[in-house]
């Protein structure tokens, strides 16, 4: 479930990115290198001054230049079956909560529709955001996973629309591929502390980040209540005020979230219904 109903999306340019590359070369002996999944988006290291600082900082080898990524179209699978975040088609997840003052709930479905983005087969998940009981935004995502278990972003339809279901915006739609749009990481296979990745990268329009903050998380939902939980941090340098924390579970997918820094924003999952 992208952050904030998709109004905008968040990362540091790639000029930033260059430079915190060349920043942590000189570094990389003094900082173990770890195991991310290859070829991917990541982020600045601590101290950046284009996005909030990480509560970890990652190792050399995660980070990389939007511009950097090779797509390979034998290199992705037809399903979802990360434990973190399983997508599998029939799936419906219902979040109640608040947004932009409001009562809100989100209706999150995983179709059996699939788009071709950048020449790669994704799986269509339909979003839908009420307010007040109003549909005030649909957005149509694109998931796919590759070999290793990595589930990559590769874009979004997003529209908002008005009390008379008009649409007033499209601002945060992008396609990887397009306009120099590029993909990114949503969920690692085995996700590590201190990995830090872009979520997508479309300049100026959709740039949000992630960071893994914690894999012994406890939390309560409407839902369920779970232990070994998954914590991440999302932020952006288009919105420096504005600090997400999630919380995903295994075998179930994400279960919350809510704003630590910025507006009071909250969503927590209420009800799955599956295949």
Partial sequence: MPSRAEATRHSAGPA???AALSLCAACATATPASNPPSGVPGTSPVGSATSPEPSHSPSPSVLASPGSLSIDQGNFVAAIDNPWLPLKPGTTMRYRGTKDEEPAIEVFTVTNRTATIDGI???VIDDRLFLSGRLAERTSDYYVQDKDGNVWYFGEDTQELDAKGKVTS?????????????PGIFMEANP????SYLQEFYKGHAEDHFSVESLSASIKVPYGSFTGALRTKEWTP?????IDNKFYVRGVGEVKEGSVKGPIEELSLVSVKRP
């Fill in 238 to 242: 288009l919105e420096p005020a504005v």
């Fill in 192 to 195: 590590t502390v201190g990995h």
């Fill in 16 to 18: 930033a990115v260059l």
């Fill in 170 to 182: 499209t601002e945060g739609t992008w396609h990887a591929g397009a306009d120099g749009a590029q």
């Fill in 121 to 123: 087969s994704c799986v």
